[in-house]
């Protein structure tokens, strides 16, 4: 199974400050069809999962430009530009690129300074 | 809209089944295949099944191989996850998925 490794767990971030999440999986997600299934979701507190990422870097409907997803390979990363207060709850990032099983990163809680 | 909706979590014994199910709408539901994805209390994402768009091909996690079973009706828009077994670490909400749709979860709690 490919193992998708966060970091930091926790991130405390000040309003307006950007903030970033690493995500590394234990094997190349790049698939024999060419794309990189990577995804990104954010969880806020008491609600579900929403997606803001898929395939590395394109942003879902609805999702504010401030949230950015990027890398290749084995590496990526989530970026917020400027932390609003709303941003506030757990990320994660999963791959569909060997399945099964789809695999979770642990999550990554970002909270407000 | 794009819209999942589970139902059937309650509070069980070890060892007794369970029934979920995901109501879908707002999308061709025929064209898509559906996931199950759990989360245990306080605890991160854990994918635990899907059924192809069109039933023939399932897939399941191996902590849940050959207790959990996934199927669908068409008819309804619906699918099902059929829990038997059930372990106290089957504890978890239960969400069901497209991925950029997600339903707001029925609670399963397993417990004497």
């Known amino acids: 199974d490919v193992v998708m490794t966060q970091s930091p767990l926790s991130l405390p971030v000040t309003l307006g400050q950007p903030a970033s999440i690493s995500c590394r999986s234990s094997?190349?997600?790049?698939?024999?069809?060419?794309?990189?299934?990577l995804d990104w979701f954010q969880q806020r507190p008491g609600q579900s999962p929403r997606r803001l990422i898929h395939?590395?870097?394109n942003r879902d409907s609805g999702v504010p430009d401030r949230f950015s997803g990027s890398g290749s390979g084995t590496d990526f990363t989530l970026k917020i530009s400027r932390v609003e207060a709303e941003d506030v709850g757990v990320y994660y990032c999963?791959?569909?690129?060997?399945?099964?099983?789809?695999?979770f990163g642990q999550g990554t809680k970002l909270e407000i300074k | 809209q794009v819209q999942l909706v589970e139902s059937g979590g309650g509070v069980v014994q070890p060892g007794r089944s369970l029934r979920l199910s995901c109501a879908a709408s707002?999308?061709?539901?025929?064209?898509?295949?559906i996931h199950w994805v759990r989360q245990a209390p306080g605890k991160g994402l854990e994918w635990v099944a899907l059924?192809?768009?069109?039933?023939?091909?399932?897939y399941y996690a191996d902590s849940v191989k050959g207790r959990f079973s996934i199927s669908r009706d068409d008819s309804k828009n619906t699918v099902y996850l059929q829990i038997n077994s059930l372990r106290v670490e089957d504890t978890a909400v239960y969400y069901c998925?497209?991925?950029?749709?997600w339903g707001q979860g029925t609670l399963v709690t397993v417990s004497s």
């Open positions: 998925t497209i991925f950029h749709c």
């Open positions: 395939k590395v870097s």
């Open positions: 707002g999308f061709t539901f025929s064209d898509y295949g």
């Open positions: 999963s791959q569909g690129t060997h399945w099964p099983p789809y695999t």
């Open positions: 059924i192809s768009y069109d039933g023939t091909n399932k």
């Open positions: 094997q190349s997600l790049v698939h024999s069809d060419g794309n990189t299934y």
